[in-house]
């Protein structure tokens, strides 16, 4: 699932192979840096969390630039998602940072020209200097065609709305809890 694209694959991979300080199944931020993934730069964003009501965007890829239409660069994600999908974000989020694991959300929207399209979007944590998730990295890219349809049984939504949600075990686990959506475990990094 984690290989929806050719950007998501470099970067799982890359992502994968870096170093993880001594017991901890995640990276350190500064291990990362998004110059040694160039093919897939245009796909991969980078957010930081600041606290319950601040995921900041720190990068991002012209891929979702472009399907928004909007550079979100510098931009909270919980402002740009309706009323509706704030909660659940921040609980997904917190489960990301809590129970160290990676995330792939797909959603549906429309950009700022109401054009709808839908997107999948990853997340991978990396760890702040003092040992806990306060970065993701990730790839965005939008769904279409016969992919769209095989996956979701049709190819035009109108809202907002969140389709499908799943957690990765990267050697940690993945959360429990029955609200936070589908969980599946097939993703082990390297050691």
Same mark, same amino acid.
């Given at each position: 699932m984690l290989r929806h694209? $050719?950007?998501?694959?470099?970067?799982?991979? !890359?992502?994968?192979?870096?170093?993880r300080p001594e017991g901890q199944v995640c990276p350190k931020r500064s291990?990362?840096?998004?110059?040694? *993934?160039?093919?897939a730069l245009p796909e991969v !964003?980078?957010?930081?969390?600041?606290?319950? %009501?601040?995921?900041?965007?720190?990068?991002? &890829?012209?891929?979702? %630039?472009?399907?928004?239409g909007l550079d979100i660069t510098g931009h909270n994600i919980f402002d740009i998602l309706p009323e509706e999908l704030k909660e659940p974000e921040?609980?997904?989020?917190?489960?990301?940072? %809590?129970?160290?694991?990676? &995330?792939? *959300?797909?959603?549906?929207?429309?950009?700022?020209? &109401?054009?709808?399209?839908?997107?999948r979007t990853i997340q991978l944590p990396l760890l702040d200097p003092f040992g806990k998730v306060h970065y993701f990295v990730g790839t965005g890219?939008?769904?279409? &065609? $016969?992919?769209?349809?095989?996956?979701?049984?049709?190819?035009?939504?109108?809202?907002?709305?969140?389709?499908?949600?799943?957690?990765?075990d990267i050697g940690a686990g993945v959360p429990g809890?029955? $609200?936070?959506g589908e969980t599946i475990l097939d993703f082990q990094p390297h050691r």
């Amino acid at each position: 699932m984690l290989r929806h694209s $050719k950007a998501t694959q470099d970067l799982v991979r !890359f992502w994968l192979n870096l170093p993880r300080p001594e017991g901890q199944v995640c990276p350190k931020r500064s291990d990362f840096s998004s110059a040694q *993934i160039n093919g897939a730069l245009p796909e991969v !964003f980078l957010s930081e969390w600041y606290s319950e %009501d601040v995921l900041a965007i720190v990068q991002a &890829g012209t891929v979702l %630039d472009r399907l928004l239409g909007l550079d979100i660069t510098g931009h909270n994600i919980f402002d740009i998602l309706p009323e509706e999908l704030k909660e659940p974000e921040r609980i997904y989020y917190r489960a990301l940072r %809590d129970q160290p694991c990676a &995330g792939l *959300i797909t959603r549906s929207a429309n950009n700022l020209r &109401g054009k709808p399209f839908v997107y999948r979007t990853i997340q991978l944590p990396l760890l702040d200097p003092f040992g806990k998730v306060h970065y993701f990295v990730g790839t965005g890219a939008a769904l279409e &065609g $016969k992919q769209l349809e095989q996956e979701f049984g049709q190819t035009n939504f109108k809202s907002i709305r969140l389709l499908e949600r799943r957690f990765f075990d990267i050697g940690a686990g993945v959360p429990g809890d029955d $609200k936070l959506g589908e969980t599946i475990l097939d993703f082990q990094p390297h050691r």
